[in-house]
């Protein structure tokens, strides 16, 4: 049995547990990251893109800035399309300057191991029968197995990053925690598409058929997803179905649609609403979709794993630096009151854009009157608008 010490145990190296290794690294305070999966695994798996400013400026600020800048696709809007039309929303305009930037979540990870490494901090990758012990009392441990040895770290926090399968937020008392859950009727097959996008924004459509979206990566990949059954079988859609199904959907009276390219991944995602309360229990503190998971409609999940960290951070350095307990207690109240807005948003972004499997004609009637309504009316522009650009932050 190796034993290690260390002030903070993070289980998990998605983009919380290694942006959270990140910043206590700047604040001069030690960890020790544990991740069940390959570094390849942990590089290659395809997930979000858009980053809200705040993550923008976090990634700047702490030194992960260059190649997002290089990179990094800033976009001033989103387009809203239904019966065949899009419209802009023009998320600089109405919310005095605020926009997003496209870049994917496996780039931001790619950056972070890089600058983990580059520390000499310890990062166990495909470490085995995880377990966390004791963090109600003063004596938190993680235990793991790599490469066929046993492993014991002795730590003053554990941070719970592993994502919505994890041991972390399991371990936890059944009664000591209250979990808020909401499943969709509907998934989303997602394909990366070696084409130039032929929109330089974001394009969420509604179409009678469900929902599709257009969105992209890089200059010569283009990223989209179509509505489908949560558990559809990927298997029954060949690429030429797919590319049909999606110009179906997108297709714009005014021509407008994406173009076709080799499709290099495909994959199903079923859609979920969570939430963990609290997010803390005792030396343990849990973040990104350990404690929560939105639907992905509104973009949110990254931001708001960024977010949590950010604040666990802050809150961990005010501990080590000047004896302060009021920050590690505040994070629970103060992350749950974000999380739950953009929980709001996500729920409500999904809704207006999806159709219900058997719906009613009335929905879909009622489901148009407020696309209408959002893309005309300023006052409701500027509230997708100011709730798309940041909120995991607030
Ligand atoms: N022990 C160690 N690591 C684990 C364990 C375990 N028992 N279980 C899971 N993990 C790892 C996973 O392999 C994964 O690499 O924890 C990591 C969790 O990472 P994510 O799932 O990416 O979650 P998080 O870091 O919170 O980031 C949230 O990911 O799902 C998207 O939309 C979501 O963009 C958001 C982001
Ligand atoms: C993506 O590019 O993967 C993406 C964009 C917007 C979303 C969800 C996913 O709402």
Same mark, same amino acid.
């Given at each position: 049995?190796?034993?290690?010490?260390?002030?903070?145990?993070?289980?998990?190296?998605?983009?919380?547990?290694?942006?959270? *290794?990140?910043?206590?690294?700047?604040?001069?305070?030690?960890?020790?990251?544990?991740?069940?999966?390959?570094?390849?695994?942990?590089?290659?798996?395809?997930?979000?893109?858009?980053?809200?400013?705040?993550?923008?400026?976090?990634?700047?600020?702490?030194?992960?800035?260059?190649?997002?800048?290089?990179?990094?696709?800033?976009?001033?809007?989103?387009?809203?399309?239904?019966?065949?039309?899009?419209?802009?929303?023009?998320?600089? !305009?109405?919310?005095?300057?605020?926009?997003?930037?496209?870049?994917?979540?496996?780039?931001?990870?790619?950056?972070?191991?890089?600058?983990? =490494?580059?520390?000499?901090?310890?990062?166990?990758?495909?470490?085995?029968?995880?377990?966390?012990?004791?963090?109600?009392?003063?004596?938190?441990?993680?235990?793991?197995?790599?490469?066929?040895?046993?492993? !014991?770290?002795?730590?003053?926090?554990?941070? *719970?990053?592993?994502?919505?399968?994890?041991?972390?937020?399991?371990?936890?008392?059944?009664?000591?925690?209250?979990?808020?859950?909401?499943?969709?009727?509907?998934?989303?097959?997602?394909?990366?598409?070696?084409?130039?996008?032929?929109?330089?924004?974001?394009?969420?459509?509604?179409?009678?058929?469900?929902?599709?979206?257009?969105?992209?990566?890089?200059?010569?990949?283009?990223?989209?997803?179509?509505?489908?059954?949560?558990?559809?079988?990927?298997?029954?859609?060949?690429?030429?179905?797919?590319?049909? !199904?999606?110009?179906?959907?997108?297709?714009?009276?005014?021509?407008?649609?994406?173009?076709?390219?080799?499709?290099?991944?495909?994959?199903?995602?079923?859609?979920?609403?969570?939430?963990?309360?609290?997010?803390?229990?005792?030396?343990?503190?849990?973040?990104?979709?350990?404690?929560?998971?939105?639907?992905?409609?509104?973009?949110?999940?990254? &931001?708001?794993?960024?977010?949590?960290?950010?604040?666990?951070?802050?809150?961990?350095?005010?501990?080590?630096?000047? &004896?302060?307990?009021?920050?590690?207690?505040?994070?629970?109240?103060?992350?749950?009151?974000?999380?739950?807005?953009?929980?709001?948003?996500?729920?409500?972004?999904?809704?207006?854009?999806?159709?219900?499997?058997?719906? &009613?004609?009335?929905?879909?009637?009622?489901?148009?009157?407020?696309?209408?309504?959002?893309?005309?009316?300023?006052?409701?522009?500027?509230?997708?608008?100011? =709730?798309?650009?940041?909120?995991?932050? !607030?």
């Amino acid at each position: 049995m190796t034993r290690h010490r260390t002030q903070v145990g993070i289980v998990g190296a998605g983009p919380a547990g290694l942006f959270l *290794g990140h910043l206590l690294h700047l604040e001069g305070i030690d960890s020790i990251v544990i991740e069940s999966r390959s570094q390849e695994y942990v590089v290659e798996r395809v997930r979000a893109g858009v980053l809200e400013q705040g993550t923008v400026d976090l990634m700047t600020q702490t030194g992960l800035g260059d190649r997002l800048r290089r990179e990094g696709i800033r976009h001033g809007g989103v387009y809203l399309a239904f019966l065949g039309r899009r419209h802009r929303i023009d998320f600089e !305009e109405l919310t005095g300057g605020r926009a997003i930037t496209i870049y994917g979540q496996n780039e931001v990870v790619k950056d972070l191991i890089a600058a983990r =490494n580059a520390t000499g901090r310890p990062l166990y990758y495909s470490a085995e029968q995880v377990s966390i012990a004791d963090f109600d009392g003063s004596h938190p441990r993680i235990r793991f197995q790599c490469a066929d040895e046993q492993h !014991e770290i002795a730590c003053d926090f554990i941070a *719970g990053c592993d994502g919505s399968h994890g041991v972390c937020r399991p371990s936890i008392p059944a009664d000591r925690v209250c979990v808020y859950e909401r499943d969709y009727p509907f998934g989303w097959l997602g394909i990366l598409a070696k084409a130039a996008p032929s929109s330089g924004e974001l394009v969420y459509a509604l179409h009678e058929r469900g929902f599709a979206l257009f969105s992209m990566r890089s200059a010569g990949v283009t990223r989209l997803y179509l509505q489908c059954a949560p558990d559809e079988d990927i298997g029954r859609w060949n690429d030429d179905a797919i590319w049909s !199904e999606l110009e179906t959907r997108l297709g714009m009276l005014d021509g407008w649609r994406p173009n076709r390219g080799d499709v290099v991944q495909k994959g199903v995602t079923g859609m979920r609403s969570v939430v963990v309360e609290p997010m803390r229990h005792g030396a343990l503190f849990l973040a990104g979709d350990a404690a929560h998971i939105v639907p992905p409609t509104g973009a949110k999940g990254l &931001n708001l794993a960024v977010a949590d960290v950010r604040a666990l951070a802050i809150a961990l350095a005010a501990h080590y630096r000047q &004896n302060r307990r009021d920050l590690l207690d505040q994070y629970s109240d103060q992350r749950l009151r974000s999380v739950w807005r953009a929980q709001r948003f996500s729920w409500w972004m999904t809704s207006m854009l999806h159709r219900a499997p058997g719906g &009613n004609p009335f929905d879909y009637r009622r489901q148009i009157a407020e696309l209408e309504y959002v893309t005309s009316s300023r006052a409701a522009m500027t509230s997708l608008a100011e =709730n798309y650009v940041g909120t995991a932050f !607030e």
